[in-house]
């Protein structure tokens, strides 16, 4: 099968359209990630009985499970429940929920790497729970993970194409669904892969020059 350039700019505003909602997935997932994984990371932190426990399960039971399973489950079995949510939000609330876990992993040793002193100065200085957390334990705790959540961030990008499997049409849904009406692979598959490169490279240079800014900072 030879390279068709007429085939390729005709189907090349059908994928960009599935690229703008793989970065609208990517990006709203990754906003409910850092909410939901700072919440969880917090009230480990905080050792709250039961609380803390139910917490720790819930890390372990989503790490441990694959995306592709947690996406089947919310889309195809939960129906049968009387939860019936579209593709794309069910897509958004998976992957948010899915890295979440990992979020929180990344947020807890951000938060236990805070010298104790800033917990005492805090305390000696009568500067309440609240406040000290927004103003004292989150910013500090944040700068030094940065490069980890904007490795977390490229790696949600690649894996928003395996929602394709819920009937997603982003960019790799499209290009499938390409192929399977037009019997040509070859286009809209390389031209996807060449898109997921010409974010993720980038980005990913992004992430080392982090690294080495706020590696060398600590």
């Not at 905080?46 to 996406?71: D, E, H």
């Not at 499209?174 to 692979?185: A, H, K, M």
């Not at 974010?199 to 990913?204: G, K, N, Q, W």
């Amino acid at each position: 099968m030879t390279w068709d350039w007429d085939f390729t700019v005709e189907i090349l505003p059908d994928l960009l359209r599935g690229f703008r909602l793989t970065l609208l997935i990517t990006f709203s997932a990754f906003g409910i990630s850092l909410l939901l994984g700072l919440v969880v990371a917090i009230f480990r932190f905080l050792k709250i009985p039961v609380v803390v426990q139910f917490l720790n399960f819930y890390v372990s039971f989503i790490r441990g499970t694959p995306l592709l399973v947690q996406a089947y489950f919310a889309f195809f079995v939960l129906p049968y429940y009387g939860v019936v949510i579209d593709a794309v939000p069910t897509a958004i609330l998976v992957l948010g929920v899915n890295y979440s876990a990992y979020m929180a992993e990344v947020f807890r040793s951000g938060i236990e790497q805070l010298p104790k002193g800033q917990w005492e100065a805090a305390r000696a200085l009568s500067i309440g729970t609240r406040r000290t957390w927004t103003r004292i334990v989150i910013p500090q705790a944040v700068f030094p993970i940065i490069p980890v959540i904007g490795n977390y961030l490229i790696q949600m990008f690649k894996d928003s194409a395996i929602l394709s499997a819920i009937t997603v049409l982003e960019l790799l849904g499209t290009s499938l669904q390409i192929g399977s009406r037009t019997f040509r692979y070859l286009e809209p598959i390389t031209l996807t892969g060449l898109l997921f490169l010409a974010v993720s490279f980038p980005s990913s240079l992004l992430v080392r020059r982090l690294e080495k800014k706020y590696g060398s900072a600590h």
